[in-house]
């Protein structure tokens, strides 16, 4: 007789306390089995692939996209025992006891998984599975060849979760069972079973925001392509347009709109949420003082365009924020005090050690600010490379819970939208922020002369528990005379 089993949402990391249901990867019918990336959420502070705990079929999705579920509440029901076997007769065959217990909501223990148990499954199943398995043979090929290119890019994904039994990169999905799109029994929405696409499309997708599952696919088997992709954002460009002339206005796609369309109202949660939280407990928590300096980096910009045409520097991107990053380490190296945090609860000043340099980053999920780890021990390429990788995966949404962990200090690139300065909040736990400024060309006293330089600003916010005005601008000067005259660094190296 089946066997049910529940698998309820665990926490991902941070000891959060509740994530959105993103996209499921399976739908009632599939059969499942341990270590298949079977959903994607949303926590505070990133996407997560969960992995199933179970081998079984799906009986039941409790939870639908879109949905905000409290860590410890079911999402999904299994019957681990599709064979069908009798209670009681628990026996392999050779008189042994099955007894291989599985980690779920539940005591129930899960059935033997041997090849044996597989092949035996397609003669018990539930009706309508057995009616899908009937087709298998027919379409095995076209099953094999829709699995390898709209599933590609999952294996390697790394999104996994301590306690799970998952090894990073092992995640996949199972390959849709032939037939799910013409189910016994009725009608089905097409959108139930996990989308087909490539991973070039996919990316595309995930940059834009855009749910695949809203895409009509005009592809072979179901497969959604980019052009389905552009043909659905101009579909939905007019008919945004429409309802608000002359306005894009995606991040109301999530809202309720007032019957008169005058206001819609957006629920505030993931990553918006939590930066609301910490950037309300940092300004009323942390006493704020914020310093400028406008400084002449021309020299500066020199470097980026030797190192830029230098072949060692070929495989990397630089840029004048990797010379600012490099200038606050050397900063930091000199004046240590200033990379600490403030333990209220036992009324202590944390100094620490090692230098975690938070970058902060704006994606389509919100800000984010994930650091470099141990930053201080990065020789200049090895940094560029870091920071990098960092921007990549900010800007895919791929960031993970742990590399926004244990951050000791920031930067706010700013410039990078045209803005000159600007009075930045830290980031919790953190002594001090810098703002990097736009650079711009600029009348500048040079050698008593008024000449054309690159001119930016730099403005760095601390916590005055923990920063004197005195040592904020020493910190502050030192950033500015390394990008001032960029062989500073070689003195203080």
């Given at each position: 007789m089946p066997t049910y089993e529940r698998f309820n949402l665990p926490d991902a990391g941070e000891g959060l306390t509740e994530a959105d249901i993103v996209t499921w990867h399976i739908a009632v019918g599939d059969?499942?089995?341990?270590?298949?990336?079977?959903?994607?959420?949303?926590?505070?502070?990133?996407?997560?692939?969960?992995?199933?705990?179970?081998?079984?079929?799906?009986?039941?999705?409790?939870?639908?996209?879109?949905?905000?579920?409290?860590?410890?509440?079911?999402?999904?029901?299994?019957?681990?025992?599709?064979?069908?076997?009798?209670?009681?007769?628990?026996?392999?065959?050779?008189?042994?006891?099955?007894?291989?217990?599985?980690e779920s909501g539940t005591d129930a223990a899960s059935p033997p998984s041997g090849e044996a148990d597989k092949d035996a499954a397609s003669d018990h199943?539930?009706?309508?599975?057995?009616?899908?398995?009937?087709?298998?043979?027919?379409?095995?090929?076209e099953s094999a060849a829709r699995s390898t290119e709209g599933d590609a890019d999952e294996a390697g994904s790394g999104a996994v979760l301590v306690g799970y039994g998952v090894k990073p990169g092992?995640?996949?999905?199972?390959p849709r069972k032939a037939g799910a799109l013409d189910p016994v029994g009725g009608e089905q929405d097409v959108h139930d079973y996990p989308v087909l696409a490539k991973p070039p499309v996919r990316k595309l997708a995930k940059e834009l925001g855009l749910d695949l599952s809203t895409v009509t696919p005009s592809g072979p088997g179901g497969l959604v392509t980019r052009e389905d992709v552009e043909l659905h954002l101009k579909a939905t460009a007019a008919q945004t347009l429409a309802t608000y002339p002359g306005d894009d206005q995606p991040w109301l796609a999530a809202g309720t709109t007032q019957t008169d369309g005058r206001a819609t109202r957006v629920p505030v949660k993931s990553v918006r949420k939590r930066t609301a939280e910490a950037m309300v407990h940092s300004a009323f928590t942390a006493p704020h003082v914020t310093e400028f300096l406008t400084v002449d980096v021309t020299a500066t910009m020199d470097l980026v365009k030797r190192l830029k045409a230098d072949r060692d520097f070929a495989d990397v991107r630089v840029t004048p924020l990797l010379l600012v990053a490099k200038a606050l380490l050397l900063a930091v190296r000199r004046h240590p005090e200033v990379n600490a945090s403030w333990d209220e609860e036992r009324q202590e000043i944390i100094y620490k050690h090692y230098v975690n340099l938070g970058i902060a980053a704006s994606t389509p999920r919100g800000l984010v600010v994930p650091n470099i780890?141990?930053?201080?021990?990065?020789?200049?390429?090895?940094?560029?490379?870091?920071?990098?990788?960092?921007?990549?995966?900010?800007?895919?949404?791929s960031t993970s819970p742990g590399a926004m962990r244990d951050g000791t200090i920031t930067i706010t690139n700013v410039g990078a939208l045209g803005i000159d300065t600007g009075t930045p909040i830290l980031n919790p736990g953190e002594a001090a922020i810098l703002a990097f400024g736009s650079i711009r060309e600029q009348p500048w006293v040079h050698e008593?002369?008024?000449?054309?330089?690159?001119?930016?600003?730099?403005?760095?916010?601390?916590?005055?528990?923990?920063?004197?005005?005195?040592?904020?601008?020493?910190?502050?000067?030192?950033?500015?005379?390394v990008m001032n005259d960029p062989s500073q660094g070689l003195v203080w190296a």
């Open positions: 059969a499942i089995e341990v270590n298949q990336a079977i959903v994607e959420i949303e926590t505070a502070k990133s996407l997560v692939e969960l992995p199933s705990p179970f081998t079984g079929v799906v009986t039941k999705l409790l939870v639908e996209v879109g949905d905000t579920v409290e860590v410890g509440a079911p999402i999904l029901e299994v019957d681990v025992d599709p064979d069908g076997e009798p209670a009681g007769d628990t026996s392999d065959g050779n008189g042994a006891a099955a007894d291989v217990a599985v199943r539930p009706r309508e599975v057995a009616a899908q398995a009937a087709s298998r043979s027919a379409h095995s090929e092992t995640a996949k999905r199972r780890k141990d930053a201080h021990r990065l020789p200049l390429h090895a940094l560029a490379i870091e920071l990098q990788h960092l921007t990549a995966e900010a800007r895919s949404g008593g002369e008024i000449k054309i330089r690159w001119v930016t600003q730099l403005a760095l916010s601390f916590d005055h528990r923990l920063v004197d005005g005195e040592l904020g601008a020493r910190v502050l000067a030192d950033v500015g005379r």
